[in-house]
Structure formats: structure tokens, C-alpha cells
């Protein structure tokens, strides 16, 4: 009889050892939520006829980026500038435009707003020649007797398409090089190298 009492008990110690008690440390920690909407760059500046592109992050409680967002653009005067849903900020008229960007995680919604700068066109722009395979910026707008700087962090080339351009810049894959744009127009441009889908437009006024 005292040998059954004596397993018994150590059956009942055992069970409650293996039970633990707790969690055991196994906790994955909160579920991320939608609590930041942030834009970049937070105060563009673009020239009339120019553009500019916005991006949209979602950032959560812990500021870890998330995924899964969803975001539109609205400008608050499409007199001054206009925003596609990609997020292309185009400059229409010299002045000041508020851009609200509204982003949408789930069942979250949150809005950020930025203001877009409208300058008359200077006499230089840069536009960088991309890993990614672009030129950003896509467009770029100077005044008669301007000049635009290519600058390339990889092979890329620069040819035009449209006539009157002053010439076209070989295939670099670093440094920079510039061309002057003495007459008014637009001027499209891509990289043979790839394709019509790296393209770019210079314009001058």
C-alpha cells in the first residue's frame, strides 16, 4: 500500500513538471500594426512641366516597414501640380500644391500629407542613370540654354528620338557627362542598351 502512495505521488510531480506552468518563453510578441503612413522626399520640389515621384511607406507600432500597402494620391490644386496614383507629381503652373497620400493596410487607413514646391525651370537639372534600369528623374525641364548632367552608376547609354537634340551620349557605366539644349522643345530620349522601357524626356522652355 505505501509503495502505491509513493508512485502516486511521484506521477502527480511528474505531470505538473510537464504542464509547466507558462508559456515556456514561446511568445512571437504583438501583432503588427498599421500605425505610420510616411512620404518621400517630404518637401519635392519640381520645375513647371517637370516631375517628381513620391513614395509611400507603412511603418508599424515597433517603425518596422510593412507590406501589403495600398495608397492613393490627390492634389489639393491641380492648377499648380497633378499626382498620378503611381505616386508622378507633375509641375503645372509655378506656386505651391498640397499632395495627400492615403494608404490602406487591411482595415487601417491613414493619410500623410506633403507640400509640392513649383519653381520656374533653372538652367541645369541631373538625372541619374540607374541600377534599376531608369532615369530618374523621368523628366527633367530647363530653360532655353540649358544644360542636363547624366550621371551613371552602371552601363547605360543616353540616345534621342526626337530631332533637333543636340547629340547623344555614349555608353558609360560610371561618371557623368552633359549635353546644352539651346532650342525650346521636348526632347525624348532612351538607352539602346535597354530598350524603349529606360526612357526619359528633357524639356526646354
Known sequence: MWKARVLGVAA???VAGCSGGG???G???PEPVFTSLT??????TVSVGGTTTLTATAKDQSNNTM????????????????VTNAGVVTGVAVGSAQITATGIIGAVTKTQTVTVTVAVPGASESVQATTQN??????????RGGTVTWTF???????????GAPGN?????????????????????HCTIHGAGMNGTVVVQ
Do not use: E, M, R
Open 39 to 44: 512620404i518621400a522626399p517630404s518637401n519635392p
Open 134 to 143: 531608369s532615369f530618374d528623374p523621368k523628366t527633367v525641364t530647363i530653360t
Open 27 to 29: 511568445g512571437t510578441g
Open 23 to 25: 508559456d515556456g518563453g
Open 153 to 163: 552608376a552602371t552601363l547605360h547609354d543616353v540616345t534621342f528620338d526626337t530631332q
Open 67 to 82: 507590406s501589403g500597402l495600398q495608397v492613393t494620391y490627390a492634389s489639393g490644386s491641380t492648377a499648380i501640380a497633378t
Open 169 to 189: 551620349i555614349a555608353a558609360k557605366s560610371s561618371g557623368s557627362a552633359s549635353l546644352t539644349f539651346p532650342n525650346a522643345g521636348s526632347y525624348n530620349y
Open 12 to 14: 502527480l510531480v511528474t
